[in-house]
């Protein structure tokens, strides 16, 4: 039997998955090393360890792992990019136990000076689930960075980055807003606290949620707000200004929902904001990298008996 070993090796973690010959998962492992928090020995220790007991397989990894600080630093690949640039600018190299590693290239938009990692095989896997969206989507994969691309034809043709997750974890743990709040007691939503802070980045109109995010610590003094309700309002007016800037810039139509792609929690509070703007309910779609990292795989002969189409470097 063909395997494949998939990677996807982001900043704070490591997901394995073993596919057989016809792309189905066997077995799925992670770990806490992403590629600013390796065991000892770096990255050959970390894929050893993950990938012990497996099969003698190919190896094909996304994310950030081809970034500057990963493994091997691998170039962008330019839009309009399809499957075939993706699988064309795989790089490999060799780990110390003879591994071959294919990592895949991220994607950058040269107009208007954006990129991502990681984020392209997840829309590959995407558009395999859901072929009929491949003429033309606006596909939202929410995140620490969250990434809005716009597929026509099947190809990535533009790209746009808005810093929601990232900027949500400094205001709750660096700033004046989550000053004195309670920790962390569950992930249950506070949904009506939620749902203020999507008003608020919503009627904030051409102004922007900038000018309301103070909002979240003066209603808590005012006695409107429960300490414990600040963090699901400020996740809503975070999520609620990404939506307002979407639909300003004119990324969204009220009509066209975007694809929704990533965890499915954090997805549901995408879906749940749309309702605000009266956009009709986005569809999501999850496990979207490991659809992705297969089809990619297939596209540059990974797996198959077609030899394969890259060199070694």
Same mark, same amino acid.
């Given at each position: 039997m063909h395997w494949l070993i998939g990677l996807d090796w982001g900043t704070s973690r490591l997901r394995a998955m073993l596919f057989d010959g016809d792309g189905a998962v066997h077995e799925t492992r992670s770990r806490a090393w992403g590629i600013r928090h390796l065991p000892e020995g770096g990255f050959d220790a970390a894929?050893?360890?993950? #990938?012990?007991?497996w099969p003698s397989a190919p190896v094909l990894a996304a994310g950030m792992v081809g970034s500057r600080q990963g493994w091997r630093e691998v170039g962008y690949v330019d839009t309009p990019a399809g499957i075939d640039a993706l699988a064309a600018g795989i790089v490999d190299v060799r780990s110390a136990d003879g591994r071959r590693v294919g990592i895949?290239?991220?994607?950058?938009?040269?107009?208007s000076v954006d990129v991502m990692r990681g984020e392209?095989?997840?829309?590959?896997?995407?558009?395999?689930?859901?072929?009929?969206?491949?003429?033309?989507? #606006?596909? *939202?994969?929410?995140?620490?960075?969250?990434?809005? %691309?716009?597929?026509?034809?099947?190809? %990535?043709?533009?790209?746009?980055?808005?810093?929601?997750?990232?900027?949500?974890?400094?205001?709750?743990?660096?700033? %004046?807003?989550?000053?004195g709040l309670p920790g962390a007691t569950g992930s249950a939503l506070d949904a009506d606290a939620f749902d203020a802070g999507v008003r608020a980045a919503r009627d904030s109109a051409a102004a922007g949620a900038l000018t309301k995010l103070f909002s979240a610590r003066a209603l808590m003094l005012d006695g409107r707000l429960a300490p414990g309700a600040v963090p699901d309002y400020l996740s809503g007016l975070l999520i609620g200004e990404e939506l307002r800037a979407g639909l300003a810039s004119g990324w969204l139509r009220g009509d066209a929902p975007p694809l929704l792609v990533g965890d499915e929690s954090l997805c549901?509070?995408?879906?749940?904001?749309?309702?605000?703007?009266? *956009?009709?309910?986005?569809?999501?779609?999850?496990?979207?990298?490991?659809?992705g990292l297969w089809r990619i795989a297939r596209a540059a002969a990974l797996v198959g008996e077609t030899p394969l189409v890259y060199g070694e470097h």
């Open positions: 894929l050893s360890s993950i #990938c012990e007991g895949i290239p991220g994607v950058r938009d040269a107009l392209e095989t997840q829309v590959v896997g995407a558009l395999a689930l859901r072929p009929e969206l491949a003429g033309h989507v #606006c596909l *939202l994969l929410p995140g620490t960075h969250s990434k809005w %691309i716009d597929v026509r034809d099947g190809r %990535i043709v533009r790209l746009a980055t808005m810093m929601t997750g990232e900027l949500y974890a400094i205001l709750r743990e660096h700033s %004046i807003l989550g000053a549901a509070r995408y879906s749940r904001a749309a309702t605000a703007f009266n *956009l009709a309910k986005p569809d999501t779609v999850l496990e979207a990298s490991a659809h």
